[in-house]
């Protein structure tokens, strides 16, 4: 939710900036801007619209400068619009900011700030805290960094901002509460963003900056303190990430790149944790607190989007394989919903970014309840992989596409690895099934390889049904929330309205909606309740509603019933889900596609949301 950028040091800090925008886009691109100081002074550049907009408005300005801040913006506060586009100007006009997050308070602030006789260009609550700072700034007569400071202690909300002074154009301020920031060290110059990726090409050696901490930046220097003016000891990690990672290696997306990463992703997320042969699953990250787990009344689930879709798929195979009630929640309900959690309680956090507003906040207040916190996240150091007590991580690598694909898989991934562990290790699944269990979670990434061939034939599929209007998806038991995951695609990626239900719960609504022009798809594979979705097949037919069924090889019957099929190579029901969600990617991609739209960017979606 939103992307930041800045760079000090001896090179030409403008394209530096804007090749990081670029590749932070995934979080928001309502607009764009820059901030930098040279002989023209300190001067802000900021289209609406793509980071591209700006490129092209900024192309026969004077650039340069070794030191520039600049912003990717996913609209909270004021409509998109060159005016709103972050960096601002403070009311002084000497100092810019920018900003990822909210400011909660804002309105208390802008009306202090009114009386004192401030006015305000922007419709942003960034626009208040800069004035605010700026107001600090004079009446004290302090410097910027203690300025921001005593601010800060007044805030309420999250944020990630960066500020520059122009009397000062080496030095830039950044702080963090809620939204990430990580700092690239480099010799004699030092680069900061939302995420790694603007910073692997230039260094390997970063520092997460922690909440409630204020950076001071120089070319060579890294000040670290928190709000209490302490300063306090940088920890310096090695990026684990290869730039090869965050480039479209010749597919024309982004989404399609990681769709067809999944066999080599899903082996990364096994290797070297489950083995077939030996019938054994490692989660060193978890092992620690297997007891606990196993002896919790309950396990809660949280998370949001695609994560949350995990979490019912999670749902579904934990209490199967170890009888322990599961509850899944969505994180923006739990946190207001004064939920009843106990110590010792056991929380799974599901998340690709790691860094999402709710369920970051969520996991805080649970924590301090005495919850113990097991986090199933993508990327290596995120805010909720530190919070959590215990842990595996997804490895499905650096995913770009807003729509999420590759990490969803490798969240499916690891579930499964835990359910079998545990329930392997509480004695509620037998030694046969665990090995066969074992035998087919190891022939996934194969699986996935042979499924993509299918690609053309999907393709030609989505072509035939892209200017429908609405799509129903439908799934029972583990394919329930497949179906759902189905319908969230092809809405992010085609704008086209999408519903996923329980194929049996169709019958009380949903059913009034199919007729000649509703194209369903079923995710129907071999499972427990195949005859029962069958039989939910027939109802949509004898309505004259249009089937597209994801079927099991050797399936005889449902064909007779379908319109189309895409034919899955067998597998437990119980790792089914992991296979039977790609073609579904693969079709929303397509029908993306044939609309003309921007896959990779859907309109008004984030990658990660770091607001609430
Ligand atoms: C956004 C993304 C989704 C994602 C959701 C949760 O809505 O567009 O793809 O599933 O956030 O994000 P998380 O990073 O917590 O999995």
Redesign the pocket.
Known sequence: MCGIVGYTGFREAYPIVLKGLKRLEYRGYDSAGVALINDDGLNIFKKKGKVAELEEYAYTKNMQSQLCIGHTRWATHGEPSDRNAHPHLSHSGEIAMLHNGIIENYAQLKSELLKKGYSFKSDTDTEVLLNFIDDIKKENACTLEQAVSIALKRIVGAYCILLIHKDDPETIIAARKGSPLVIGIGKGEHFLASDASPIIEYTKEVVYVNDYEIAIVRPNELILKNLGNEVQTPFVQKLDMELAAIEKGGYDHFMLKEIFEQPQTIEDCLRGRLDAVGGSIILSGISNYSKEILQANRILIV???????AGLVAEYIIEELCRIPVEVEY?SEFRYRNPIVHKGDVIIA???????AD?LVALENAKEKGAIILGIV??VGSS?ARLSHAGAYTHAGHEIG???TK??TG?LAVLMMLALKLGYENGTIAADRYQLLCNDLASVPEKVAQILKLDDAIKKIALKYADARDFLYLGRGYNFPIALEGA?KLK?ISYIHAEGYPAAEMKHGPIALVDENLPVVFVATKDSFHEKVVSNMQEIKARKGQIIAIITEGDTVSPTLSDDVIILPAIDEIIAPILNVIPLQLLSYHIGIAKGLDVDKPRN?????TVE
């Open positions: 998370a949001c989007g695609t994560s949350w879709h994180a599901i998340s690709q970014s790691g860094e999402t369920t993508n990327v909720i807003v729509a999420s990490a969803f969240q969230l992010e979606l984030a990658k990660s949301v």
